[in-house]
């Protein structure tokens, strides 16, 4: 299965407004600092978070195990001869 591009591109265009530009927006103050830090941790972290489960499902390294009996099943099913 290949990974689809649009929603890769979708989430990261996303997470970068959220994480370089917005901290652009905010106002001087005294947190001024903490607040851009914090944007920019939240963007990073949820980007990576969000990329990572979607790489292990769109590449899974793991299939599910599958007794004898239902891969016959599965088989007889989809109209595949197996012996």
Known sequence: ???ALIPMLFV????IIIGMIIPLLI?????RGVIRCILVLTAVTCWLFWFS???AQS?????????QKAVFMIA????YKLE
């Open 1 to 3: 299965m290949a990974v």
């Open 12 to 15: 990261t265009v996303f997470w």
């Open 27 to 31: 106002r001087q103050g005294p947190n």
């Open 53 to 55: 489960c979607y790489m």
């Open 59 to 67: 590449n899974p390294l793991e299939g599910p195990i599958l007794s």
């Open 76 to 79: 007889e099913k989809w109209g």
